[in-house]
C-alpha cells in the first residue's frame, strides 16, 4: 500500500489555439519587468506571481506549507487553515495581473452560487470555502483534494482504470456538469486535468504479464474543478472554448456553442479513462477535424456548408490530403471507433461505447443530453444500487 504524490492543481486552459494570432511586423517592444515591491514583504515575481515562502500567513489565517501547482493564472498552494483547528486546504493565488484578476472574480462568482445551490453538497462540485484579495492576488480557499485523474494515469504508466472505477467516475462527473447545465452554466474546459480524486490513495500490485507494479485506487470518487471558464447562457460566447483534445465540433468550426460541448468533452474523458491515451492527439484544427472523421465518420454537409472556417472545406467536405504526412498521421494514429471496439460482448463495455458514440455525435440536435445520459443503461447498477 502507498500513497501517491501531492496533487497537481492545473485548473487552467493552457491550450494553444492555432486559429488566431500573427505578427504585426513591428520591431519586439522593450519588455516591462512585472517585478512590483510594494513592502519589505509583498513582493511580485517577473510573470505576475506572488512571492513567499513556507511558513509564511496570508490574512493572519492560512500558514502556507507547500506549492501543489501552477498555471497561467498563478499557484495553488498547501494551506494550514489556523481559523479551522489546522485544518488543510488548497489555496489558489491569483497573479496580479488584471485579466487574470477579473477571471478570478468570475470564477467566484460561479462558486458562491454553486455553493449556494448546492449546500447539502450532493453534487461532486469542488468546495469553495473563503476568498480574499492580498495586495492585488485574488485568493481563493478550496477543499483540499487528490490527484487529478490525468495526473494518476501518468503516474500510473496510462494504464487505464477499470470498467466499474469508470462507471463511478463518469456517474459522478455527469451529475456535476447536469447540475451545471439546469443552472444555466457551461464550464467549457472538462479535461482528465480538471477531474480531481478526492482521495488519490491506492494499493499497489504486480502484473507479471506487464511486468511491473500498477496502481489501483481505493476509492474513485471524483470532483469537478476549474470554473474560471465556465459561462451563462446569457453571457457573451467566445468563438474558441476548450482545451483542444476535447473541443467539440462546432467549436472548431465557429458554429456556436452551448451546454452540449460539454458533453462532447466527457465522452471523450471517458474513452481516455478507457484507453489509458487521448483521443484526438493533435494541435491543429484540421487535423482535429480529419481525426474525429477517421474515427467517427464524416462530418454532417450542413455543417461543414455553415462553417466560418471555409479554409477548411472543399466541395461541401473536408479539404483532407490522405496522402500527405498528416494524412498518414491520422490514419495511423486513429481508428474507427465501431472497428476497433466491435470485438466488445462484455455488455459492460458495449453499453459504455454505446454512451460515448452518443456523445460523440458530430450534430448538437442529436447528441445526447446530460438529463439522457444519466439513464443510460452503462448506469443501471449504480441506480439499483441506490434504490
Known amino acids: 500500500m502507498a500513497r501517491s504524490g501531492p496533487p497537481r492543481f492545473s485548473w487552467v486552459n493552457d491550450d494553444d489555439d492555432d486559429d488566431g494570432g500573427g505578427d504585426d511586423g513591428g520591431d519586439p517592444k ?21 512571492i513567499y515562502h513556507s511558513g509564511d500567513i496570508l490574512r493572519a489565517r492560512y500558514e502556507i506549507v507547500c506549492t501543489l501547482g501552477e498555471g497561467a ?53 469542488v468546495r469553495m470555502y473563503d476568498w480574499f484579495d492580498h495586495h492585488g492576488h485574488i485568493c481563493i ?30 456517474y459522478q462527473i455527469i451529475r456535476a456538469v447536469r447540475f451545471l447545465h439546469k443552472n444555466k452554466l457551461t464550464h467549457t474546459d472538462l479535461k482528465p ?22 496502481r489501483t485506487l481505493k476509492n474513485p470518487d471524483v470532483k469537478v474543478v476549474d470554473f474560471g471558464n465556465a459561462t451563462y447562457e446569457h453571457e457573451h460566447h467566445t468563438s474558441v ?79 483532407w490530403d490522405v496522402h500527405s504526412s498528416s494524412g498518414r498521421y491520422v490514419r495511423k494514429q486513429c481508428k474507427p471507433l465501431r472497428v476497433s471496439f466491435s470485438f466488445l460482448f462484455s455488455s459492460d463495455h458495449a453499453q459504455l461505447f454505446d454512451l460515448i458514440e452518443r456523445m460523440l455525435e458530430y450534430d448538437v440536435t442529436k447528441r445526447i443530453t446530460l438529463d439522457e445520459a444519466i439513464k443510460h443503461p452503462f448506469f443501471d447498477s449504480i441506480r439499483k444500487s441506490k434504490k
Open 193 to 214: 486535468e480538471n477531474i480531481l480524486f478526492i482521495n488519490s490513495e491506492y494499493d499497489i500490485k504486480y502484473n507479471p504479464k506487464m511486468k511491473r507494479d500498477e
Open 241 to 319: 472554448v476548450s482545451t483542444r483534445h476535447y473541443r467539440a465540433p462546432e467549436v472548431i468550426l465557429d458554429l456556436g456553442w452551448s451546454h452540449s460541448c460539454d458533453v462532447w468533452s466527457v465522452g471523450c474523458i471517458l474513452i481516455e479513462y478507457y484507453l489509458g491515451s487521448t483521443l484526438f492527439q493533435t494541435h491543429d484544427s484540421k487535423e482535429h477535424l480529419a481525426m474525429m472523421e477517421r474515427v467517427l465518420g464524416p462530418l454532417p454537409t450542413h455543417m461543414l456548408q455553415k462553417t466560418r472556417k471555409k479554409r477548411y472545406v472543399r466541395h461541401d467536405k473536408l479539404d
Open 30 to 50: 522593450p519588455q516591462r519587468s512585472h517585478r512590483r515591491k510594494r513592502s519589505r514583504s509583498i513582493e511580485d515575481d517577473e510573470e505576475g506571481h506572488l
Open 73 to 125: 493564472f498563478g499557484k495553488v498552494v498547501e494551506c494550514i487553515d489556523h481559523e479551522k483547528g489546522g485544518a488543510r486546504v488548497a489555496l489558489k493565488i491569483i497573479k496580479n495581473i488584471e485579466r487574470y484578476r477579473d477571471a478570478a472574480v468570475s470564477e467566484v462568482e460561479v462558486l458562491e452560487q454553486i455553493n449556494s445551490l448546492d449546500c447539502d453538497r450532493r453534487y461532486a462540485c
Open 141 to 170: 480557499a478550496f477543499e483540499l483534494l487528490g490527484l487529478s485523474t490525468y495526473d494518476f494515469l501518468k503516474e500510473n504508466s496510462f494504464q487505464p482504470f477499470s470498467i466499474n472505477h469508470i462507471r463511478h467516475m463518469a
